[in-house]
């Protein structure tokens, strides 16, 4: 019992200190491949092949770990993240940057991204109770959004400083990225702490040659599953957190202090709306929760550039956050609730991919809108328009999929 609440603890602390990294990193990367030299199409193209790699990466690592070992896939995505840090930190080089954006672990976005949210998915599965399911998975989302968003203030107010001391900006996003690779090297350390519980149970074992991508009796579910979540996904990727601080960035002038304050905000509102998402859950349901609190959040991102001022479009920014998780933790927990016990990790690592293919396409498609004035504003419409079709398709697809605690 010991073991499995020390595992559990660990697995909370591994996601803190990720999602500081990739809120660290996310304000400041864009602004980065700007002073490195690459344009607004260059910059949406690496963010793509980015968000590709991640979804090349994710596939081999989530499909390989039981039989590999979770553990060890960990400190693999780990020695990934250090691997992007450092190239990009040494070189400017276009094609350099794509490979290692393609091999590496990095995120744009500031969300999750790699294979770590499968496996540990998976992992935590295994360690809690049924009934405890969607409030650890709330609370697993709420630390990984209050890290986000001190990592986006830090790196922002580091970048500041920086600035203001006399530091050229592309030195001062050179340090951003140095932090980066630093705390890819400490997650390598606290992965090795996790112990053998975390792994596959022989005795779950299903034969070999009736398994799809580690996938049985639950197939049909998760590919459908799994597209509905790409098309979400794709919205997601047009307006990445990289891709929104470089619109405000432009739009008003915002410097990176600013952004870092800005993002802060919204990553602690986004995360307090997840934990109350299990809350809701418990009263209408995962589906219902996903869905009436999604579309919301979305009219309010189409509201975002059409606000006449920084004021109210820092306003309208936030008051989507304080509702836009909601989703996530009831997306995942009912992913893991509708498909069988040896199935979880697959389920996990395909609907991630899906997730990942759907989000690459994306920025370079925002890169091209940026770079044409007329049509800045329009990443965040077309995200928030296609999010509300998903939301529909959701609800009409899965409305009558119960998970077993809705059943009884």
Known sequence: MQT??????????TRTVRLFAYGFLSVALAL??????LSEQEIGLLLTLTLAGDAAITLWITTSADRIGRKRMLILGAALMVLA???????RNLMLLILTAIIGVISPSGNEIGPFLSIEQAALTQLVPDEQRTKIFAWYNLVGSFATALGALSSGGLAQILQNSGVTPLDSYR??????????????????????VIEVKAASAVTPGKRTLGLHRSRGVVINL??????????????????????????????PAMLGIIFFGANVLAGISA?????????????????????PSNILLMLVPLMPNLSLAITV??????????????????TMAVVSPDERSAASGVTSI????????????????LAIPALMGAPFLFAGGIKIVYDLLLYRSFRAVKPPEEKT
């Open 175 to 196: 340090a951003v990225l140095v932090g980066y690779a630093s705390i890819g090297f400490l997650l390598i350390l606290l992965f090795a702490g996790l112990s053998p």
């Open 85 to 91: 840090g450092v190239v990009f930190v040494l070189t």
């Open 354 to 369: 899906a997730r990942s293919v759907g989000a690459a396409l994306a920025p370079a498609l925002s890169g091209q809108m």
């Open 32 to 37: 980065y491949l700007a002073q490195v030299g």
């Open 226 to 255: 799994s597209s509905l979540f790409a098309m979400d996904a794709f919205a997601g990727g047009l307006i990445v957190q990289s891709i929104v601080a470089f619109w405000f960035h432009v739009k008003f002038g915002v410097a």
């Open 317 to 334: 920014l936030l008051l989507r956050f304080s509702i836009s998780q909601m989703d996530v933790p009831t997306r995942q927990s009912y």
């Open 4 to 13: 499995l609440k020390t595992d559990t603890h660990l697995l909370f602390i």
């Open 275 to 295: 934990l109350s998402a299990a809350r809701i859950a418990a009263r209408i349901g995962l589906i219902n929760t996903m869905v009436f609190t999604h579309i």
